[in-house]
């Protein structure tokens, strides 16, 4: 499918207000996601009962030609196949005209998309983490969402309702006026809305398109370098020498008690488990419930701080230059991994993106990820070969600088963006000749421990062997196969449309 692509001078941009629904409303919004999700859970085994026939006629010798046919996983395919179903089908004759069409159509684009991440990150052209095959969805488990495309879509002209296909109007808990004012001048047209039960509570989120309104920012000359941190949350060093620390609020932390006690009461309440098929307690609900509480206000203050520093800095300065951190691989370190994800380093990325570019127009630089900004003197450029993280003060051996290493390095940062300007245009490469040259791997991260043997199957290490010359050649491991078989060298999605066309 083609990406919506907002007309010129137009971006998108959502809209998220919570609702206040009485008890047959939130009955109807229950019924609409778990629509959504029985549409997926079918669309998932539609899907998959082709591939286990076609493993299992193989195991009988079924020739190649005469194998079951692949079923195509697009939208539209989804979409044909499950109308015919939902009359005849058992798990839906009965119940499916109760609900909106864009329910069931809600839950088949979700597995449209899932079967698209699966097929890609297993060919290899998807970036992150390898992708399973999707699963059946819980009904205990799975989140509360549906999203509408189609039908009566508005905010009521009284700033206090909401109007959604099939499920009506319905009251909001906090003023729509933003949203509101935006579509009476008609500068913002609405595209879609999401509703989604979260931690207790209904929300309604509204993807619009808006008409660009660029603000000027205080100070578009100067040029600002954020070096991030768990000690503390930001410094800030300007292109005019000026350095702000912006402290670590730490809400987890400051939570934690009151955290790990709501944990050990739900603990000692009898809980459900799938095993055996027992239900939760009441008293167990009630202490889960206020866990949740728990959880979700951390979570709002958190998004609530960094939302503030964001936006005040994107509202300040023309530049904003960060680094391009390893936030997944940071956290594979137990000992900091939650101060790092309680910071939020890399939602703060996240926000300065778009708020520069869509609020202000204004530029963002991403230092290279290997660029040494804490190893490099601020001062005459020189750089160190060596740095452990508990070295807290920078001490150059060439000009004498002494600085502490988090106002060194947002320097640095803030330097790169005279560099990006009148370099090469990559952050970090600048024209100037260094000072002193750059010791051999200065601009690698130091390994702190040593990296442990890969072990294949069975728990064996695989070491080389030398051939008969005395070279030596790395052993290769069998990968291990999948279990829907040979899935990988199926033809694509497109193929498959052109076949059961």
């Known amino acids: ?53 076609r493993t299992a006629e193989e195991t009988y010798g079924v020739a190649e030609v005469e194998l079951t046919e692949w079923r195509p996983w697009s939208l539209p395919s989804l979409r044909k196949a499950f109308n015919e179903a939902k009359k005849t089908d058992s798990r839906f ?37 390898r992708m399973g095959a999707p699963r059946f969805k819980s009904k205990r488990k799975a989140r509360l969402a549906c999203r509408f495309t189609t039908g009566t879509i508005r905010v009521e002209a009284d700033g206090r309702h909401v109007t959604l296909p099939r499920l009506g109007t319905i009251r909001s808990h906090e003023p729509t006026a933003s949203l509101l004012i935006r579509v009476q001048a008609g500068t913002a047209r609405i595209l879609s809305a999401t509703v989604r039960h979260e931690r207790g509570r209904w929300f309604a989120s509204f993807q619009a398109e808006v008409k660009q309104d660029l603000k000027r920012v205080t100070r578009p000359d100067v040029a600002v370098g954020i070096d991030l941190g ?24 400051g939570a934690l008690t009151l955290l790990r006690r709501a944990s050990r009461t739900v603990s000692r309440r009898q809980g459900p488990d799938r095993r055996t098929g027992r239900k939760p307690s009441k008293r167990w609900e009630k202490a ?68 520069t570019r869509q609020r202000h127009a204004t530029h963002i630089i991403v230092a290279d990820r290997w660029y040494p900004s804490s190893k490099t003197c601020s001062g005459c450029g020189a750089v160190k070969a060596k740095l452990p993280l508990h070295v807290r003060t920078y001490e150059c051996d060439v000009c004498g600088l002494v600085l502490d290493r988090d106002d060194n390095a947002a320097l640095n940062l803030a330097a790169l963006a005279a560099a990006s300007t009148t370099g090469t245009g ?21 390994r702190a421990t040593r990296p442990r043997r890969k072990t ?46």
């Open 1 to 53: 499918m083609k990406r919506f692509q907002p007309q010129p001078g137009f971006v998108v941009q959502a809209y998220r207000f919570a609702l206040d629904p009485n008890a047959s409303q939130e009955a109807a919004l229950r019924s609409h996601c778990g629509a959504a999700r029985a549409a997926y859970n079918w669309a998932v085994g539609w899907v998959t009962a082709s591939w286990w026939q």
């Open 426 to 446: 990559v952050a970090g490469d600048r024209d100037i000749p260094q000072a002193v040259s750059k010791p051999r791997g200065a601009d690698r991260k130091t």
């Open 93 to 129: 004759a009965q119940w499916w005209e109760e609900n909106s069409k864009e329910a069931y159509s809600t839950g088949l684009a979700n597995a449209s998309a899932a079967f698209d991440n699966y097929a890609k990150s297993k060919n290899g052209k998807r970036r992150g983490k």
């Open 230 to 253: 768990v000690k503390t949350l930001a410094v800030m060093a300007d292109s005019t020498g000026e350095i702000r620390t912006v402290p670590n609020p730490r809400h987890y932390d």
């Open 288 to 355: 889960n419930s206020a866990l949740g509480q728990l959880q979700h206000r951390v979570a709002n203050l958190r998004t609530d701080a960094l939302n503030k520093l964001t936006t005040a800095v994107a509202a300040e300065y023309g530049t904003v230059v960060v680094e391009d951190l390893n936030v997944a691989g940071m956290l594979r370190n137990r000992r900091l991994a939650r101060q790092i994800a309680d910071a939020g380093f890399g939602e703060i990325r996240r926000q300065l993106d778009y708020k």
């Open 456 to 501: 294949g199957r069975g728990g064996q290490v695989a070491q080389p062997c030398r051939t008969s010359g005395g070279q030596k050649r790395e052993t290769v491991l069998k990968p291990k196969p999948s279990r829907f078989g040979d899935v990988m060298d199926l033809p694509g999605r497109n193929a498959w449309n052109a076949e059961s066309r």
